[in-house]
């Protein structure tokens, strides 16, 4: 039996997503530019995906644009806001101390070529206040960027109040709501946000598909050049089938969203609860403004990754973190945000959860974790210390 508790890094596809798919690789494989009949299909397709997508965010079709994933779109909006901002002799840039890397590594470059980029600290709990955001914004502040909600602690953002706070000052507001989308309500005009990534690949989509929703007026820099597919913001032949793919998925994980959320949410407290009662563990990010399938905890004396060995050898796939820190040595800079020691930060567990996890593979969960956490503190150095009171603890 193999237990997938790693949502939160990718999701399986669901067969909505691969039926939609399966036309676009087969009799409809036109491409949307060409005028014959089987191009000109593709791209009645392509249009009504956007405006499924569209219909989803609560936004007009001609505000969306497809891109290859979160990843892109976050550059995609995040340089086109900032040389607007630039033109009009604004460079201060406001985010947040535990974006993706996706946005922070952008932010760096950006700061490398002059911006001023200010990162808010996210607390104990690890959030963010939109008094804190209208505290941040001065009269050269050209954008604000938070994500919608954390991958690695599952924080929700306060994001219809950070939007209106941007509104209210006339800053662009953009969000990478990858972990949010289909999980969570999106209406970007009920939020007031002017921008906005997700990632097919995290709502049971194809893996290479996301979108960037950019507001009317915002004018968009071109991060690849070329042909003029996407109102000639994004050159490319255009990836049909997956697109085709996203939409169904987006479109069936809002039709379900309140019941997925109510299954999850119910699971992933049940795992919080049982994970408490490991002497010695804390959980990371808030307890109630959290995404529903996120779980993530550290445990003192131990190194995450043996944990991770140890319970992929049960049949349960999890991840210390974020997929992409993973392989590296350094500790998570989210839980290094929110205050834990490296030390304790190297004992991280992260579980995500969707809708086709089970009760009984968290009661197996329950039932394993806590023998693997013993087992490993048994053979640890550090714990001895602990132990022997040569060292303090700190949870
Ligand atoms: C996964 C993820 C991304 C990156 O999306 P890709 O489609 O994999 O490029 C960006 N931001 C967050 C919060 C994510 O979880």
Request: hydrophobic share 40%; with cysteine.
């Amino acid at each position: 039996m193999i237990i997938y508790a790693d949502n939160a890094a990718t999701t399986k596809m669901s067969k909505t997503a691969i039926n939609n798919m399966l036309p676009y690789m087969t009799d409809i494989f036109g491409n949307p530019s060409s005028l014959h009949t089987i191009g000109q299909k593709a791209n009645e397709a392509l249009e009504s995906a956007r405006k499924t997508v569209a219909d989803c965010l609560g936004c007009e079709p001609k505000e969306i644009y497809f891109t290859s994933g979160g990843s892109e779109a976050d550059n995609q909006a995040i340089i086109s806001a900032a040389k607007l901002g630039e033109k009009k002799g604004k460079k201060h840039i406001i985010s947040t101390e535990f974006e993706h890397h996706a946005v922070l590594h952008t932010l760096n470059k950006l700061e490398k070529e002059g911006f001023e980029i200010e990162l808010l600290p996210v607390g104990e709990k690890g959030n963010v206040t939109a008094e804190q955001i209208e505290n941040a914004i001065k009269s050269d502040t050209c954008l604000v960027t938070t994500m919608f909600a954390n991958n690695e602690i599952g924080s929700v953002l306060p994001i219809a109040e950070i939007g209106s706070v941007c509104k209210s000052k006339g800053v662009i507001f953009h969000t990478d709501a990858v972990q949010a989308a289909g999980h969570l309500h999106i209406d970007v005009k009920e939020q007031n946000i002017d921008m906005l990534s997700l990632s097919s690949h995290k709502f049971h989509g194809p893996k290479g598909v996301g979108v960037l929703y950019s507001r009317i007026g915002i004018p968009l820099v071109n991060l690849i050049e070329g042909g003029a597919q996407e109102k000639g913001k994004r050159a490319g032949t255009e990836n049909i089938p997956g697109i085709m793919g996203m939409a169904a998925a987006l479109k069936e994980a809002v039709e379900n969203i309140d019941e997925n959320y109510a299954k999850v949410s119910y699971l992933r407290d049940k795992l919080i609860k049982g994970l408490s009662k490991i002497p010695h563990s804390a959980l990371n990010g808030e307890p109630v403004s959290r995404l529903p399938g996120n779980v993530n905890f550290c445990f003192e004396g131990i190194e995450g990754e043996s944990l991770l060995l140890l319970l992929d050898a049960k049949g349960i796939c999890a991840s210390s973190g974020s997929a992409c820190t993973s392989g590296s040595l350094d500790p998570s800079h989210v839980l290094l945000a929110i205050g834990r020691p490296h030390e304790v930060a190297h004992g991280s567990l992260r579980l995500s959860l969707c809708e086709w996890n089970t009760e009984d593979e968290v009661d197996y969960i329950l039932k394993v974790t806590p023998e693997i956490v013993e087992y490993l503190r048994n053979m640890s150095p550090v714990w001895k210390d602990l132990v022997n009171g040569k060292k303090e603890f700190m949870l």
